[in-house]
């Protein structure tokens, strides 16, 4: 069992930056692929993006790729979505999921096996 915290969504104005941050307890990312969804109320969870711990191949939901950054840190315990030029279409609960292995059809969240309690972002314009 793999227990994750997301962390790092407040209230904002738009075209503040945010940083989430997404730590299992206990373990290290180098063998899992990580990737962050958001929901916004009445819509369905979408993919934003995604990165293979141990190989740090990265993708990117299109609507996010010039403005949101996925990173892991050295000691691959955390995982981290720089959020950049926030909009109020970006207002959502994010959530961070993991997965083993590495898994390349990574914008699904039907693939991951767990999942963070999620954190919420609000952007006002």
């Known amino acids: 069992q793999v227990h994750l915290v997301d962390s790092g969504g407040r209230s904002v104005q738009a075209g503040a930056s945010l940083r989430l941050s997404c730590s299992a307890s206990?373990?290290?990312?180098?063998?899992?692929?990580v990737g962050w969804f958001r929901q916004a109320p009445g819509k369905e969870r979408e993919f934003v993006a995604s990165?293979?711990?141990?190989?740090?191949?990265?993708k990117y939901a299109d609507s996010v790729s010039d403005r949101f950054t996925i990173s892991i840190d050295n000691e691959k315990i955390a995982v981290y979505l720089q959020m950049n030029a926030l909009k109020p279409a970006d207002t959502a609960v994010y959530y961070c999921?993991?997965?083993?292995?590495?898994?390349?059809?990574?914008?699904?969240?039907?693939?991951?096996?767990?999942w963070g309690q999620g954190t919420q972002v609000t952007v006002s314009s």
């Open positions: 206990g373990r290290t990312f180098n063998s899992y692929t």
């Open positions: 999921a993991s997965s083993p292995g590495q898994v390349h059809i990574s914008e699904q969240a039907n693939i991951y096996f767990y």
């Open positions: 990165i293979i711990g141990s190989t740090q191949v990265i």
